[in-house]
């Protein structure tokens, strides 16, 4: 394994942790510590404004993963980053209506609307209500779903012409999945945090027009009919409907979702969970993590409703791709001369240090046409750290049945201690606290060579899970199996050519990287 690919890949608490040190540090000095969006690398060395994103972007992916870990992982955040993207979150709600808004220009008013940004803005508002009880948070979510109501209808969309009357300049982002459809999801996060009723309201509006005329019944794919290339958004709007169909326990809605996960999906991702940026894009191995984390979490919660594969398709994402892209060495990275102190050009590898952006499978960059340079944009470090914190959240669960031992990681809570059998000291779970135990079994495990001990007695299989009725509280269990090898071939119709991978359980060992730069995986395979 590459150096790029050093952290333990039993750690996801170290993954967030990381990626919270760069969501902490990409404020630009010169404009206000308004956050920064652009990251280049090749064929420059900078980061910058965007006149699409910055302020109305980036604060709802980093505040919604900085509250999030803090709240998971009990670790302490920055006060002053948060303030930070707070600030910018309000400079984008300053319009004349309750919108996510931007400016073209760093020091220039505030003019762009972006209904793209939407959900972004809904996540900014909903992680300061729930982690900081900020009312003037609440009140700018509510001012903002009224204002939706008044200049956005389902059928008609956006009434252009009212605002234009605003003296605001309306940037289309495509169709309905692409724009308006996003928002879905912290919606949802925000009914349930506050049960602010018309926050539902509008979500179950967004589900009927999502399940209506994209996500149909069969669960296929059309690219005319999504009206969109943009992975990342067909992906956030189907974990949306997702997390809808969870809160109101929509049996129905589910299996929606799960029609799409089992076709449509394919159109965009790969068997180690690697998605494509655009699903028009030809000769490039490029994809996106933030694709990546909203699969990851769709899986999450399937896998929770008792389809259990789904909770070993999650384990595998995050071994086998989101773990191992994470920039955890910048020596290929370049600080470019800076005579005139220009804070873009500031330690941007350092700033780097933790981010995510658009790897191949195999490494930071794609053989073939790539996308013309290599970048790290810093909304996706947020997204990606927020889907890994849900993951945390699903390792281990305690339920009424019992403790639930999801996914192989290293772990503990004040109920189970998991060290997972990646270490070379096979799987150990202790039970901190009274209550039966199921432990998901991965389907390439043989049965027949796997050992348990410290149970006191034969445990029973319950689908993919081990239950032990009693286990000894404080008492090491021991379940011993070895870690196969699986040689697999990535699907030739998403890359540039087929890749082959040796796994070992869920963990990449060897891969086809092409010769590539930035690769995760040094060696080929035989």
């Known amino acids: 394994m590459d150096k790029l690919a050093q952290v333990n890949d039993r750690d996801i608490a170290a993954a967030i942790r990381l990626g919270c040190r760069t969501m902490q540090n990409v404020f630009n000095a010169d404009d206000e510590q308004v956050p920064f969006f652009r ?130 300049d309306y940037l289309d982002s495509r169709g309905f999945i692409q724009s308006e459809g996003r928002m879905l999801g912290p919606l ?29 019944p069969d669960g296929a794919f059309d690219q005319e009919r999504f009206d969109t290339s943009h992975s990342h958004s067909i992906t956030c709007v189907l974990s949306s409907l997702a997390q809808l169909a969870d809160l109101l326990d929509d049996g129905a809605l589910m299996l929606q979702v799960m029609a799409f996960c089992e076709d449509g999906l394919w159109a965009m991702r790969d068997e180690l969970g690697w998605s494509c940026e655009s699903t028009e894009q030809e000769e490039s ?47 290929f990275i370049v600080d470019p001369p800076n005579p005139d102190g220009v804070d873009g050009l500031r330690d941007v590898a350092d700033r780097h240090l933790g981010s995510y952006g658009f790897p191949a499978p195999y490494g930071h960059k ?52 998991v060290r997972s059998p990646y270490g070379g000291g096979g799987l150990t779970v202790e039970v901190l606290k009274a209550g039966p135990l199921f432990v998901r079994i991965p389907p390439w495990v043989d049965r027949a060579k796997l050992k348990v001990e410290g149970t006191g007695g034969l445990p029973t299989w319950s689908d993919d899970y081990l239950f032990i009725s009693q286990p000894t509280v404080r ?29 070992r359980g869920d963990m990449v060992v060897a891969m086809d990287n092409f010769a590539a730069a930035l690769t995760f995986w040094h060696f080929g395979i035989n």
């Open 475 to 503: 008492q090491p269990i021991r379940i011993n199996f070895p870690l196969e090898d699986q040689d697999l071939v990535l699907s030739e119709r998403l890359h540039i050519r087929p890749i082959r991978v040796r796994m």
């Open 188 to 216: 949802v996060k925000y009914y349930r945090a506050t049960g602010y009723a018309p926050a539902l309201e509008l979500a179950l509006v967004l589900k009927e027009k999502a399940i209506g005329e994209f996500f149909l």
């Open 366 to 417: 794609s053989v073939g046409k790539g996308r013309g340079n290599l970048s790290f944009n810093m909304d996706i470090v947020g997204g990606t750290v927020a889907s890994l914190c849900e993951a945390y959240r699903e390792v281990v669960r305690e339920e009424v049945t019992g403790h639930w031992v999801n996914m192989l990681f290293d772990h503990e809570t004040d109920a189970v201690r």
């Open 39 to 168: 990251s280049l690398i090749e064929p420059e060395t900078l980061l910058a404004h965007s006149e699409y994103h910055s302020e109305s972007h980036v604060p709802g992916r980093h505040l919604n993963a900085l509250l999030n870990a803090e709240h998971v992982l009990g670790i302490s955040v920055d006060e002053e980053a948060i303030d930070n993207h707070r600030r910018a979150t309000l400079l984008s709600y300053s319009g004349p209506v309750a919108l996510p808004m931007n400016r073209h220009e760093v020091g220039g008013p505030l003019a762009n609307f972006c209904p793209h940004n939407l959900r972004e803005g809904f996540h900014a508002l909903y992680a300061l209500a729930t982690y900081r009880d900020d009312t003037e948070a609440r009140e700018l979510a509510e001012r903002s779903i009224a204002d939706i109501g008044k200049l956005w209808s389902p059928d008609g969309r956006w009434d252009l012409q009212a605002i234009k009357d605003l003296g605001i």
């Open 285 to 331: 191995d490029h994809g996106e993590t933030n694709n990546s984390g909203d699969m990851l979490e769709t899986a999450l919660i399937l896998g929770r409703w008792g389809f259990s594969e789904y909770y070993h398709d999650a384990e595998r994402m995050l071994r086998g791709h989101l773990l191992p892209s994470q920039v955890r060495d910048t020596s």
